[in-house]
């Protein structure tokens, strides 16, 4: 009886969960639409952006902004993207705020060359760019082009889009009002993903970047899959792979990071341009460090972000 009775429950949650989801479906479709763009950066590449804007144009609304490397698929103006009425998205549609979702450079559908962690520069002259101007280029075009919004704008990101909202922070530009970095990559030498107080972390390193770090020669809307491990026990594949060469030997030479990483083992020049908390000087708008307990790496990067902020800039700051 006990077995029914628990089969009965799942099915009832299941049930309640989707019609709730076909229920969300259904009125973001309603009360949004959704257009794909390509803005242009002042280097004359151009980033694909998708929105989903309220139909409603009786008032101006915000723009929340999100910059990915992993991409904003599924591509197509009539296809909606699940994730924004499936999870904490609907929150943000029911509160009126236009969706911008961005291929960062050289990712998927945007121009360009990638580059990890992309060194932030200070000085930047004439066309030279870097995340901070790519985010200033984006929300300028959204401020001048996007119907009905208020000229307001917030951006978040998760994980390594973290990066990109902590790159945004720094872009200067006076509609961004609020950056909410969350579990925010920040220094990938100290203490993010791939080492732990400078000591290697090979597993991470190499199962993402196997397939994550290889290159794109054009704008594609397909993930690259990674290195399949040819045997069901990975402590057994990496125990008798052996050496850290070999593993280089498996990656080969055309993942630019991979080889980056294998030249710089010290905590040198090289990572600290790559270590977001050493630019976080003259931030403007409200920030919002968010990290959790529970994250399979560790919380330094939300933790040590959110220091270095508040020691560096005399500005709204909450952690989270």
Known sequence: MKKYCCLLLFVIQFTTNSTAQNSDSLWVRENYYKVEKMLPMRDGISLFTAFYIPKDTTVKHPILLNRTPYTCSPYGEDKFNPRIYESYWINYLREGYIIAIQDVRGKFMSEGEFVDVRPFNPNKKGKEIDEASDTYDAIEWMVNNLPANNKRVGCFGISYPGFYATMAALSGHPALKAVSP???????????????NGVFMLMDAFGFYSGFGLPRPKPTKDWTPGFRIPS?????????????KNFSKIMGDSVAFWTDMMNHPDNDAWWQARNARNFVTNIKPAVLVVGGTFDAEDCFGAWNLYKAIEEKVKTPITAW
């Open 182 to 196: 969350q579990a925010p990559v920040t220094d990938w030498f100290q203490g993010d993903d791939f080492h732990h």
């Open 232 to 244: 069901q026990d990975n402590y057994d594949f990496y125990l008798k792979t052996g050496a850290l």
